[in-house]
Structure formats: C-alpha cells, structure tokens
C-alpha cells in the first residue's frame, strides 16, 4: 500500500519541527518568545464576531461556490480604493490563500511543469505545487543584498517551456522585500514576451513601510489575463483562525475552470464570510494604525538585529517577518542549543531557521526568519535573547 | 497560457447547469420545488450558533492543522458508540468531506492510479481523483436492481495494477443503497487479495432506515490499515454551511502524510469546529428524529414514484437520495421541458438528471435523482408535478 511519490516528496513543516523542543523547554520552566509563526498579537476587529452572532438562519446551508454575494461586492470595494475595478465575474472566495494556490496551481500545472519562486520562499507553497505535480524553479537570493530577486538577467536563465508562472510574494514571506513599480513592469514584460503566469500573493499588501505606496500585480492592465492575484483575511486584518481567502481574476477562462474546482468542494464556510464581509467594509484607517505598529516594530527589531556583531541584515520594506543571516554556521543547531541548553533568566526563544525556506540544497543554513508578531518590548527582548545567545554560543564548552 | 489538461478535463457541476431553466422559470413567475440538491431543510441544532456565539478570543488563530482537540474528541466519543475506538493520531479534521477526499486521493494517487467507483457516484468524486491526476474505473450498477454494485464477480475484472483504492459512500449517494455486513466483508478480502485502499464516504452513516444497524467499515479489524472514513456534519446535523469535515485512519504512515497536506494549508476554520463540537456532544437520541422523518419521506417519495407508469424505482435503505429511472429517452430533455414548457397550477419541478452521475458514456439518459430534503407535503406535490409533466409530455405536441 504504497503511498503517491507526489506526498512522500513533500516536506514535514520547516516551522513546527521544532516544536518538541520548545516544548521541552517550556516543561522545564523555560519561558519561550514564539518568532517563529506568522500569528500576529494584533486584535481582530470586534465587527468580525458581532456579524457572526447576528446570524440567526435556522439552516446553516450550504453558500454559493464562489463565495457570498456581500463579501464578494465588498472586496470588490475595497480593491476600488486602489482603482483596480473587478466584478463579481473575477472573483472567487476561497478557504484561505491556501486553497486559492491549490485551485490556481491545479488548473495551470500539468506534472512536471515548472513554477519560478525566489528562494527563500514561504515553504507551502512547494507542498501547493507538488499536489498539483509540478517542479519548483528557485530563483536564488541572498542576504547581503536583502534577498533582491527582480533582475532580468538572474530570471530569464530560469525560463524554459516548462514554465507555466512566477509565483512571488510581495511584500515578502520570509524576507519582507517589496518591489518597486519598475521592477513589476519588467517582470510583467517578461511574463508577456515568454507566456507565462504572474501569480501575485498579495496577503500581506497593506503592510508596506517608510511611506512606501502600495502597488499591486492588478494595476498593470497590459498583463491582465495573465495576473493571478491571491488573497487572504488572515494577516490583513488577524483573523488567521476564520480561513477566508480569494483569487482575482480578469482571464475568464481560468476563473471558469477555477470554479469547477470550487464547485467541487461546494463551497467556503458561511459564518466566516459574513464576518469577513464586514472587515472588508471596515474605514481604511482601520490600517493606518496596524501598519504603524508594525513598522515601528520593524524598525526596533532591525535596528536591535543589525547591532548584533556579525549578523547580515537589511532592511525589510513590508510585510511583518525580517530574514538574516546569524554569525553560526548553522542555525537549526543554534535553535536547538537555544531551546535545549540555553536561557537568560529563565527566558528562551523560537525562531524559523531558515534552511526550509530554500530549494536549493545548502542554501539558508546560516540564516533565520523571524515575525515582528508580538508586542515591543517582547520582541526588544527577543532579540536581547538572540544576542546573548549568541555570545554564549560562541564561546560554548 | 493553456490551462492543465486535468482541469480542462473536469466536468462542470451536473447538477447545477440547469439552475439557468430553473432561474428563467422563476423569472416568469413560476414555483419550483427543488429536489436537485443534497441541501437538507432540517433545523441545524441551536446548539451549534449557541457554541459559536459565546466564542471571545481577543485574536481569531490559527486552529491546530489536525484541528482542535475538543472537536477531535469528541469525534472519537461519538464512534465508541459504534465500538470504534480511535485516538488523536486516527482523526484529522478537514474543510469538509471534500477536502478530506482531497488530501486523501493526493496521498494515494500517483498519476494514471485508479479508483473503482460504483456508477452512478457522488460527481464530485471525478473532481477530487481529477485533481489527484487519478483515473475513474467504474463498476456499473442499473435501476433495475437497486444499483446493486457489491458482487465479486462485477468487482474483480475491474481491479488492475494501477488500482488503488475503492471509493463507496455508504449510504450511497446518489442511489440511496446500502451494503451489508456480508458485502462489507467481500469488499475488505478483495481489499486484502489485491492490496487496495477501501475509502468509506460515511456521511449519511445515520440515515440508514427499516430498523437496520448502521455498520462501518472502521468495524472491520482485519483491514484497519487500509480503510480510510471519510466524514462530515453536513449532512449529519444541517449543517452543510459550516464545512467541517474529518479523515479517519488507523494507518499511520498515511496519517503522518495527510498531515503534511493538512499542515500546507494551515488549519480548518476555527469557529465551525467550535460549534462542530458541540453538535457531536448532543445526544444520541437527536438521530432518532431525524431518522424518523427523512424515513418517512423516503417512503412517501418511493410509492409515488412506484405508482407512477413506466418508472423503476427500488426502495433504497439509507441516504435521503433515490435514483430512479424515468419512462422517458433522456431524462435531461424532459427536465429542460418541464422547466420550459410545463407546470401545474404554475408549479414545477427541478431534479438532478443522473446522466452527469456516470463515467460510462450513454448511460443514465432515461435516469434522475431527487433529494427528499423538502417537507413531506412539498414531496408529495413534487412528485405529482413530475406525474403530472410525464403524462404531458408522452402526449405533446
């Protein structure tokens, strides 16, 4: 009973594999500062619950496939705010960004064609692409220029007929780089001349820093058939628990075929669409205050990593996690010596180490990822902890 | 930009491509019962918004990827009751039945495996093994015998090397049919001989009527192994709009590996597995009613239709489905006629035309299949209506 080479390839979560010893050091007393999920500590707006226990239907029934008709309209408005105009036609409500990068990938991979992602990545997405049999193609970056990927002459070796999309975060997931409008053109001008999708993740689009104006894959019209745009609630608005995402589309043959797919799992839960509809319809100050957090977030984290001796860090321009480089050879070890031999003042820490981020085999062994998710003065501390562990390692037996 | 040849190859929803009819006749003014969908009118037990409600976490997080364990015991409480006694590492919650069958068929299937199906099926099944890039094998049943598919010599030619599994609902959909413990029992030996999966689709395990024992193919010791339960609340509470669903597996390496895809998308929402929970807390005794009534209106439906000339309908035993075959060429025709062209006293009637229930090419034309989800009197009238439209239309023009 042998299982499907597709899933025996997968991966085991890079993040939670260190649980067992986080865990073993918490059952030792140890206090542990989590930067190692992208959970943040931010509230999720109370209108989310209010909405949900206003319903009062005596059947909870099945909704639409492609999401309810209020959450779709108010999507629609808020991507107006951004002068992207779509109807309910480009719309479909998904179980997370998750499932929005399953359908996408289903319906453009046949097995072995290949996906271009800068590496480090955000590892599901490998676990996304393998169900739908196809190959990632890492583009590769590096910490000393803060993980910079959109370079024609690095992108274009990578494309071959096998090439069905690129598949970028932006802002990033890991390394929180954002691009420039320049730097979109030129990747949508490769995508037209080669054929190939652009598919836009763009959960983390509100946080973007440094007075930086948002700029989406959706507002470069020349390319519109070929721009796949993911979405999701989770991070915009930390409701990670409720599991509503969506993609956008202009290319009416894929959102036809995507909905097949959609039609196939019925369809998104009700409840938690009719939350989500009212975060959407949310004022847009709402983001003004998030956004600011975060940033001054960013900057006390960067600011207290960079003045570590030896550790390679640039700025991060969105999103909420920082990815670096740690003066160790290799981090998973350090995180394990972290949470099993270390402490200050009975005080540890879990971070990402980021090797799982990377395709490329030997990539990432000196670097981690970490999310500026909990408050100041715990992530002050956190990276005290790096800092004196560090030290401590370095001079260990 | 070609779309994936799996996708191009799945079916649009079969059931719901003549809502466009349905919609028209609604637009000129007409009533139209709805028997075309498993969209039960049972009243979801108050408990369940009660649950969800009283919810007042400052953050909504992430749920655990295998689910939450409140949900996931009392999912093992419920089969004790049953003498299928499972622990945390047996159970992995799910978006759904569907995304259950999803990670399942992606953990079997490598592409060209296939997976006997008794036709007609569930249409969604197609989708799910499509996506796995898996191949439909179907073991053809006919009306005139109840869909009967549990016969060693039907099942044996159809099983190859590329066989992988064997997919039952059970109770079936869309036949409404029921296995025996006997037939059960020839279904795991072959299981054993030729080394498959048995995947049991028990969604309707509670709709099983005539005073017989529901039975499980979790019962069966000697392949626990390779039986994987697909379930859900859906149906089993009215609650299709929550989408909480779960895999059942005492194997573990399969388990370990559904996890990584369970993992990939992160977690099922939250706040349905809250109220999930207390719906497999309630008493048993909740079954019994609803057991009553849907046994009550299958044999309201099944002596109209019987009593209707040129209609072969055997009793089914479980479910809250028949599929009969109708005294006309093509069953698809006489609906798109009804919805056009007919009504009684400006009512008519929408059924699912059981063609799109078929892998085999020509068959089911003169089939439908309704779902006794609507009260007894809109059962008893919709089955005149289609009396009524048969007479009719032998006769127009």
Sequence with gaps: MKLSSRVLGIKHSAIRKFYVYANKAKAEGKKVYYLNIGQPDITTPEIF????????ARVLEY??????????DAIIDYYRRYGMVYDRHNVLITNGGSEALTFILSCILDPGDEVIIPEPYYTNYATFIAM????????????????????????????NEKTKAILLANPGNPTGNILTRAEMGMICDLAKEHDFYIIADEVYREFVYDGKEMTSFGQFEDVEDRVIIVDSISKRFSA??????????????????LLKLAQGRLCAPTLEQIGAAALYRMDPSYFDEVRAEYE???????DALRSIDGVVCEKPGGSFYVTCKLPVENAEEFLIWLLEEFDDQGETVMFAPAEGFYATPGLGKSEMRIAYVLKEEDMRRSIEIIRLGLEAYKNRK
């Design 49 to 56: 619950m209010e909405e949900v226990r206003k319903y009062d």
């Design 240 to 257: 990670c628990g409720a599991r509503v995402g969506c993609v956008i589309t202009k290319n009416h043959e894929l959102h036809g075929n």
């Design 296 to 302: 001054h977030r960013r900057n006390v984290v960067v």
């Design 132 to 159: 739908a049999d196809g190959k990632v193609r890492p583009l590769t970056t590096v910490p000393e220029d803060g993980y910079h990927y959109a370079d024609k002459e690095k992108i274009l070796p990578l494309i």
């Design 63 to 72: 909704a639409p496939s492609e999401g309810i008709p209020s959450l779709m």
